[in-house]
């Protein structure tokens, strides 16, 4: 099995047109589609996506739902995570962990992995969750993202391969960004022993 690191993959794509066995969606409290990503999302896999999530009752922030792709099977698409994240009230000046927002925002992302697990996908895509219209600081949510699906994955087999998608390069190169930023730290953290 390939290192935890070696299985993350940044993208800069429209996540509906990527060939994995789950998709997430940055998702709001009622399932029943939005903006953004979420859009996307409800117009690509067709109108039985929206008749199914308004059987669910919704989803809080910070939890995760799972439903079928529906028209995002044709191309092997298996399932749709719901990812709810949380709108950003909270204080850059705050230590990163230290708020609310950034518990919740680790919380979709354990979440999501744990159900892909579950569902035996070997394949997912998150989009940049809670970093559009929610306001969640681009930099700060791309750490807690990668360190917790780092962290997922030093623990799991599955899924082999996560996809971090971003909308355009300038935030694939924020991730970047946090996961050099995380390696010379593990780097120094060595050194000292």
């Known amino acids: 099995m390939p290192q935890p690191l070696d299985r993350i993959e940044i993208v800069t794509a429209d996540i509906t047109t990527l060939r994995v066995d789950a998709i997430v969606n940055a998702a709001n409290e009622s399932l029943l589609g939005g903006g953004g990503v979420d859009g996307a999302i409800h117009r690509a896999a067709g109108p039985e996506l929206i008749e199914h999530c308004k ?49 919740l925002l680790a919380s979709c992302y354990h979440q999501s992995l744990t159900l892909a697990t579950e569902h035996r996908c070997k394949s997912i895509a998150f989009p940049s969750i809670s970093t559009g219209v929610y306001g969640f600081p681009k930099p700060r949510a791309a750490k807690i993202a990668f360190g917790h699906v780092l962290g997922f994955l030093d623990k799991h087999d599955l899924p082999e391969k996560v996809i971090l998608c971003c909308f355009c390069d300038a935030d694939a190169q924020i991730i970047q960004q946090a996961i050099d930023t995380r390696e010379d730290w593990m780097m120094n953290r060595k050194r000292m022993g």
């Open 55 to 103: 059987t669910l009752g919704g989803c809080q922030t910070g939890l995760a739902m799972i439903t079928p792709a529906f028209n995002l099977s044709k191309q092997g698409v298996q399932h749709i995570i719901h990812a709810v994240g949380p709108v950003w009230h909270g204080d850059e000046s705050q230590k990163l962990g230290y708020t609310i927002e950034d518990t």
